[in-house]
C-alpha cells in the first residue's frame, strides 16, 4: 500500500509503492486466488447462499493468518479475537504494513452514511461484502447510491458460483492488474436452485454482468427473464409457469450486475458518437439479447430503478420490476413467480405476441380473491 508520510501540517500524505512492495502485493493475491479455489472445490456441488460462500472464504483466509497475505475486516469483530473490525490500523500505527495486501471488508451497512465511512478506511482498493437484506418498507438509497458511483463496481450474487467468481476476478482485477476501484457484493443468505459451479464460459459473462442459466426449451424464446442476487430463484420459477400454464417460452438470464451493463452500454454509445467510423464495439448486454426485439422482464430485489437502467440499451419492450413495485390487491406480488409471469404476459400481449385474452386470463388464472367486475377471463 502506499506508505503514510508526516508533514509539516500534520497531515498525511501517501507514497507510491516500490517495485518490490508490487511485486508481494501480487504474490499475496496469488495465494488468496488459491485459498479461494480450495474454498470452490471443497464446497463441490453443495448448494450454498453466497453470504456463507463468502463466509467460507474469509475463515479460509482467517486460518491462514500467519502466512499474513491478506486483510479480512469484519465490523462485528470484538477485541481479542485477532480479526480487525476497522482498516485503520492497517495504514496507521505501529500495526502499519510495508506492502499492501488483498482486502476483504464483511460489514453489515444500511445506508449510505454507513457505508461512506467504511469506504473512507480503505484507499479506493478493496472487496466489500455487505449482509443487509432489502426489504420493501427500507429506503432504496444504498443501492441507488452504489449505481452512481463510478468508484463502486456492484455485484447482486444470485449462488456461491457468482460469488467466488465475482471474488476471484476482483482479486485479480485489483491486486494482479492494479486497478483502483471498489467492488461491493451484497451478500444475501437464501438458497439457489442452480448449480454452485459456473463454467469457463458462464464465470467469464458473469464477470462483466449477465450470463444466461437456462436457454429456451425450443426454438427462440418469447420472452426474456432476466434477475438478479435472490430474485433469480423466482425468475425461473416464472418461466415454469409461462410453459407450463401458458406454453410460452422463455430463456432465463442471471444479471449480477445491472449497474455494470448499463456503464459499458453507454460507454460503447458514447463511443459511437464520438468515432463514427471506428470498428463498432457492442456492450455485453447487446451481444446476449441480440436485437430480435423480444420482450424482456428484468427483476431485481433492490429498488427497480436498479433494473431499469440497462432498458434504454434493449430492444423491445422492456420491463422493469424492483423491490418497490406496487402490488394490487388481489394481484400476487410483484417479485412472486406469478407476478413476473403476468407482467411477461402483459408485455406480449401488447407486442401482439399473444392474443388479447391471454392477460384477464391471467389475472384471473393468479389472482388470490375476488377481482373487479370488469376483469374477466373472457374479455
Known sequence: MNRLHKMET??????????GDAHATRRAA????????RCRTLAGEARLTPLKAIESYARALEREAAADQAWVIRTDATEGEGTLASAWPLWFGRNARRFERPLLYLLHACSVTQLR??????????????????PRHRAGDLPLWLADNLT???????????????????????????????????????????????????????????????????G????????????????????????????VIAEVWSCPSYTRLAREASDAEGLRLLRPSAPVRR??????????????????????????????????????????????????????AEGLAIRAIQALCDEGRL????????????????????TRADA
Open 152 to 218: 463502486c463496481l456492484p455485484y447482486d450474487p444470485a449462488s456461491a458460483g457468482e460469488a467466488w467468481t465475482i471474488m476471484a476476478n476482483a482479486l485479480r482485477d485489483l491486486y494482479v492488474g492494479g486497478a483502483r476501484r471498489l467492488y461491493y457484493l451484497s451478500a444475501h443468505d437464501h438458497a439457489d436452485e442452480a448449480s454452485t459451479l459456473l463454467d469457463a464460459a458462464q464465470a467469464a459473462d458473469a464477470v462483466r454482468g449477465m450470463y444466461r442459466v437456462r436457454p429456451p426449451r425450443a
Open 355 to 374: 392474443p388479447a385474452a391471454a392477460l384477464p386470463a391471467a389475472i384471473h388464472r393468479y389472482a388470490s380473491g375476488p377481482l373487479p367486475a370488469d
Open 220 to 247: 427462440q424464446a418469447a420472452v426474456r427473464l432476466l434477475a438478479a442476487g435472490a430474485t433469480l430463484r423466482t425468475a425461473l420459477r416464472a418461466a415454469d409457469r409461462l410453459w407450463q400454464d401458458w406454453r
Open 10 to 19: 500534520g497531515t498525511f500524505r501517501f507514497s507510491s509503492p516500490g517495485p
Open 283 to 336: 456492450a455485453h448486454l447487446v451481444r446476449c439479447l441480440g436485437r430480435d426485439g423480444s420482450p424482456v422482464v428484468a427483476s431485481t430485489a433492490y429498488p427497480r430503478r436498479i433494473a431499469e437502467q440497462i432498458g434504454a440499451h434493449v430492444q423491445g419492450r422492456f420491463v422493469a420490476v424492483g423491490g418497490d413495485s406496487p402490488t394490487l390487491t388481489p394481484l400476487p406480488p410483484a417479485l412472486s
Open 30 to 37: 496469488m495465494h488468496c486466488l488459491a485459498v479461494l479455489e
Open 117 to 134: 465511512v467504511r469506504l473512507a478506511q480503505l484507499r479506493q482498493r478493496g472487496v466489500l461484502c455487505n449482509d443487509v437484506a432489502w
